[in-house]
């Protein structure tokens, strides 16, 4: 019983990095079907479509940071600290503001930047707003990155 | 500096010198049209011929462009054009091209190479549905006449039913009591054809009954051309022979049309530029007004170009006047945003928001030094500066006539690579942690640890703090400038109730946070609380100041307090700066760990290692690169606009030489 803590731990991590990664493929996926429709008239929009599609990708790397953020609290690139279960529920819990928003929001920037990409197929010069629409969604996922880490940091004690 | 002043050009002039001062307008490049009162096709009557003309050619154009196009390939690449690689024509060459082209010839011949091709193809496409027929009947021993118009006494019918329908055509064919006077031919069935293709061959007195018969057991029937008359086997050497001459011809005429293309097209190219610049030029025109012999033209023009316009213009002759104004209060003149050479890339961001009204205050000088440090905190990676500044210096190196609008946007990245160097260097990330990271980086070890003044892996906290001190300054800065723009206009009711207030407001808080809790010195805390008292006074009193009743008055004061959660946001808004800073990093060390794992793969660890560590950087690169310039724009757009900008203005779009594949000049 003594690697409970550890697994409650990686548990946290594995969802954090996985459900991000799970809500970027759906985000892109959404955006790349309007890219797709839009560059099917208009091959030219490439670059500005795929700006726009690549930017719900960022949650899977937010996912992707606390993951390493935990390994590297629990020394796992070494010798692994031993931790009680408490201290590994402190980490899950600190994994989930990352694992909850992340996922969702890529998937509503997918979305916003969709609706983005239909805009720049009607007015191009429009680029500029078209990013700032889907980076307003982006705002929570990088708020959540920041109390997951400042989580991590500074709220779970371990030794 | 910031928005140009402009001139209103009133210009009169003889029709005999019409074509000629149009010329001058063009080539300046200085010159946007002013649509007379009666709109934008005043004159169209008299310049509808010119224009037809333009048309007329553009069409053939585009006729060419869609088909020659297709079997072009370009020897200019489009990032090469892009960046100004392109041929340099004068006006009067393209001219004589134009008059040494026949367009519409050169659009018949294609035309009728194209119905060729077509014809060919449709040709082909008979010939193969042919031979699959033939390829399923092939153990058919008569010749197939018999099938088309039978013999005297003798007819045949080919068609397609499933399997088991043909073993019940079988069975109803030997149970008629005509099964003496017909023969049924079941071709050789592979066992993954669903379909049995069959020849019922019956004496012409029992058509009708055998046709019954054949459309009760559900058989498709099916036509062969009347021309296929002998063996299978014969016809089908003869489809297969014609079958290879069509393609030998397609293929031909193929090459043909690609050895039109690479003749013509890069003329078709040259043309398309220089009829758009005929038509915008005629366009132009049409939105002047004229009498029997005299037309008026106005333009918007650059105060600074004025003097060298009208010395262009006059020099025309004596037949024109040129009357300079400056613009009347109804007026809506254009924008041109000046600034300098620092601030001058960053006149794209304000451009791609949109640009401000004509007198107004231009945002990109306040904005520029922000944008940068924004941006440097955002990519936070000293190595990727280096690439990227390296990247712009080869691109530089190499093309020499890039335009303005491209050379614009890459000194942003520029810039932005300088602020990203200085920002990457004092938090010592260089692709991560690459210097720690190998071995060999450790002669770097003691720069990098000079110049490093705090790390944010390990003291994100005093990174947050800065980000949203960044914050506040940033959005007091924003506030100021509202202010300064108020007073300057005499609104200091708006001034002092809707900014200063506010200033005076967060300002004051913060102080007495901060005082209180050690942050800053205790004599902060008296100051601060003044600041914050008289700023909410000044809040109330100019939320409430149109209503006479005491309570409305308060409860307008409490309501625009209320806003004070919304600069709460905006400054949280800022902690962006530490996540992607700290996003870069941490992708860095990263790829870097993953490089150090598999450097220990016996013989080609290292070869492995490189790839890893190359390409897992330059994907971090682009990817921390967007996101660096999508944050760093957004928070200039959303928090920073939002206090003093907001940018109803429509760009300077000149008459000019408006070109996409090649440059023209012209000298008169």
Redesign the interface.
């Known amino acids: 019983m003594e690697l409970l803590g550890l697994a409650i731990a990686l548990f946290g991590a594995a969802l954090a990095g996985g459900m991000a990664g799970v809500g970027s493929a759906i985000g892109i996926g959404i955006a790349g079907e309007s890219a797709a429709g839009v560059m099917s008239e208009d091959p030219d929009k490439f670059v500005k479509c795929l700006m726009l599609q690549a930017l719900p990708g960022t949650q899977g790397f937010y996912g992707f940071i606390i993951v390493f953020m935990v390994m590297n609290k629990l020394q796992m690139f070494g010798t692994p600290l031993v931790i009680s279960w408490l201290q590994g529920l402190m980490i899950f819990a600190a994994c989930m503001p990352v694992a909850l928003a992340c996922w969702i929001s890529a998937i509503s920037q997918g979305k916003a930047s969709a609706a983005a990409i239909q805009m720049i197929s009607k007015k191009p010069d429009a680029v500029g707003k078209a990013l700032v629409l889907p980076a307003m969604v982006e705002t929570y996922a990088v708020l959540s990155l920041l109390t997951s880490i400042l989580l991590l940091m500074f709220g779970v004690q371990l030794g | 500096m910031g928005v140009a002043e402009l001139k209103k050009v009133e210009l009169y002039y003889h029709k005999s010198v019409e074509e000629n001062v149009a010329r001058i307008v063009q080539r300046s490049g200085v010159c946007q049209i002013i649509e007379s009162a009666e709109g934008p096709e005043a004159r169209l009557a008299e310049t509808e011929n010119r224009l037809a003309a333009c048309e007329e050619q553009e069409a053939y154009l585009r006729y060419l462009f869609r088909t020659l196009g297709s079997h072009y390939t370009d020897p200019v690449s489009s990032i090469d054009r892009l960046l100004g690689e392109r041929q340099v024509f004068s006006l009067d060459e393209l001219a004589q091209i134009a008059q040494e082209t026949d367009l519409k010839e050169l659009v018949s011949s294609v035309k009728t190479t194209e119905a060729k091709l077509n014809e060919l193809r449709i040709e082909i496409s008979q010939h193969k549905v042919n031979a699959g027929i033939l390829s399923k009947i092939k153990g058919f021993p008569y010749p197939l006449s018999v099938l088309g118009e039978g013999t005297r006494t003798l007819k045949g019918v080919l068609g397609t039913l499933s399997a088991a329908q043909s073993e019940a055509l079988k069975q109803d064919l030997t149970h008629s009591a005509y099964s003496k006077e017909t023969e049924l031919f079941v071709a050789p069935r592979k066992t993954k054809d669903k379909d049995a293709w069959v020849v019922v061959l019956y004496l012409r007195s029992r058509e009708q009954e055998i046709l019954e018969l054949c459309v009760k057991n559900g058989m498709t029937l099916v036509d062969l051309p009347a021309h296929i008359s002998d063996t299978v086997a014969r016809e089908s050497a003869k489809i297969s022979d014609r079958l290879a001459e069509c393609e030998g011809e397609e293929s031909e005429i193929l090459q043909d049309l690609a050895c039109t293309a690479d003749e013509w097209m890069p003329v078709v190219q040259s043309m398309s530029d220089y009829w758009k610049v005929l038509h915008d030029r005629y366009h132009a025109l049409a939105a002047s007004v004229a009498t029997d012999s005299t037309v008026r033209t106005c333009f918007w023009v650059p105060a600074a170009a004025v003097p060298a316009l009208q010395k262009q213009v006059e020099a025309a002759g004596s037949a024109v006047a040129f009357v300079v104004s400056d613009p009347k209060e109804e007026d809506r003149p254009p924008t041109l945003l000046m600034n300098n050479a620092f601030n001058r890339p960053a006149e794209v ?1 304000t ?3 949109s640009p401000p009204a004509y007198g107004q205050r231009d945002p990109t000088s306040p904005m520029a030094p922000f944008f940068f440090l924004f941006f440097g905190m955002c990519l936070g990676d000293a190595g990727y500066a280096i690439v990227i500044a390296s990247v712009l210096w080869l691109l530089f190196k190499k093309y020499r006539k890039i335009p303005d609008g491209t050379k614009n946007f890459m000194r942003l990245f520029y810039v932005g690579a300088a602020a990203t160097f200085l920002y990457g260097a004092v938090t010592g990330s260089f692709f991560g942690d690459f210097i720690d990271a190998f071995p060999f980086g450790a002669f770097l070890r003691p720069v990098k640890d000079a110049l490093l003044i705090v790390d944010p892996l390990k003291n ?2 005093a990174i ?1 703090g800065i980000s949203l001190l960044l914050g506040v300054v940033h959005l007091m800065f924003g506030l100021g400038v509202a202010a300064y723009d108020e007073c300057r206009r005499g609104n200091y009711a708006d001034a002092a109730g809707g900014k200063i207030s506010w200033i005076l407001f967060v300002m004051g808080l913060l102080f007495v946070g901060g005082g209180s809790s050690a942050m800053l010195p205790r004599f902060f805390y008296a100051p601060g609380a003044v600041m914050a008292v008289v700023g909410t006074g000044l809040i109330f009193w100019y939320a409430g100041r149109g209503e006479k009743n005491i309570f409305l008055k308060v409860g307008l004061g409490l309501y625009a307090l209320y806003g004070s959660t919304a600069y709460l946001g905006d400054i ?2 800022y ?2 700066l ?3 800073g ?2 870069s990093a ?2 860095g ?2 790829i870097n ?1 993953l490089g150090q794992m598999i450097v220990g793969v016996p013989f080609v660890g290292w070869l492995l290692a490189f790839f890893v560590v190359a390409g897992g950087h330059v994907f971090s690169l682009a ?1 921390n690169l ?2 660096a310039f ?2 760093a ?2 928070l200039q ?2 928090e920073f606009f939002s206090k003093f900008y907001t940018g109803d203005g429509v760009n300077f779009n000149p008459l000019k030489f408006q070109t996409q594949y090649v440059d023209i000049f012209d000298e008169i």
């Open positions: 961001l451009n791609l928001y994100p906290v947050l949280l808004s902690s962006r530490l996540a992607l700290l996003g941490v992708i060390s990263v760990l990817i967007l996101g999508v944050h724009m957004r757009y959303v």
